[in-house]
């Protein structure tokens, strides 16, 4: 079931509780929705103490106001209220749509990203194999090794991961403020491309292929409740055979409520030069500082 139908559905519940839409007159509301298929529906997520007769109402919001956690929704007899219930089928279509979808054909062609894929052929693949999205797919990497630049010092991944609304919502800030940081500081940089269906040590697959210095991979990263629009960001100074999870340095969160965008290239731009000038990443780098 995707998000269009759970909005449906919840504006259907919120008809029958007598929360309908500001402006919508009841015997018109249940025929908007029943008769057009393609009528926008804006429901608009509230933060409001679902608690009846709070100690401390004030202090109820004040924690609301500075988390996206589930704080001071109430409870009717053992269960959630039914708009709070409501929220949560929202937050979890998301999710799912999330990962399902697909980053759009427009966006990659906006963005000019040549598109390479893993060896997983399927979402079900990807999800139950996960060495299928840690290898170009042969196609892939033929057309890296006769393409793309060799011997730059940056090689830049963007990869749909486990969300592909997080790529839609951040990549088109991101990717350029990235891009501007490491050209100001006269960092060679490779093409920067999408790899489809991929997953975060394809980018040791490729940094062979294009003998970079390092590689940062863009990642959808997996939703959860609070936002199915995060991206992550991994790093790692010349990955090898022997390269371990404690080599690549990560910086998650890349969202409009935690680190905005922009912010995050800037940031990883600055990253990048202290991984160049200290020629390691991960722990290493960590104690290098």
């Known amino acids: 079931m995707d998000i269009q139908t759970i909005v449906k559905q919840v504006m259907e519940e919120l008809q029958k509780e007598g929360q309908l839409i500001s402006g919508d007159k009841p015997e018109n509301a249940a025929v908007h929705i029943k008769e057009s298929s393609v009528r926008t529906i804006i429901y608009e997520k509230m933060k409001q103490s ?127 403020a990235l891009v501007q940081g490491l050209k100001s500081k006269n960092i060679s940089l490779g093409e920067p491309v999408f790899i489809k269906r991929s997953r975060v040590w394809i980018q040791d697959d490729l940094a062979s292929i294009v003998n970079c210095d390092c590689v940062i991979s863009l990642i959808g990263e997996r939703p959860g409740l609070a936002t199915a629009k995060s991206i992550s960001a991994y790093l790692i100074y010349q990955p090898n055979e022997n390269t371990v999870e404690a080599d690549r340095t990560v910086i998650s969160n890349i969202h409009e409520g935690g680190v905005p965008p922009v912010e995050a290239g800037a940031h990883l731009a600055d990253l990048i030069e202290e991984i160049l000038k200290h020629k390691a990443s991960g722990v290493k780098l960590s104690q290098l500082k």
């Open 50 to 176: 679902g608690v009846d007769l709070p100690a401390d109402l004030q202090e109820i919001e004040k924690v609301q106001a500075i988390t996206p956690a589930r704080i001071g929704i109430g409870r009717t007899g053992t269960r959630m209220k039914t708009r709070n219930y409501l929220d949560f089928r929202i937050d979890h279509a998301a999710a799912q749509d999330a990962v399902f979808k697909d980053v759009s054909e427009k966006l990659l062609n906006e963005l000019k990203l040549p598109v390479l894929h893993s060896k997983s052929e399927t979402m079900d693949q990807y999800l139950m194999d996960l060495d299928s999205g840690r290898k170009l797919h042969d196609s892939s990497r033929q057309w890296a090794e006769e393409n793309l630049p060799k011997n730059k010092e940056v090689q830049i991944i963007v990869s749909d991961g486990l969300s592909s609304t997080g790529v839609e919502a951040n990549i088109r800030d991101l990717l350029p």
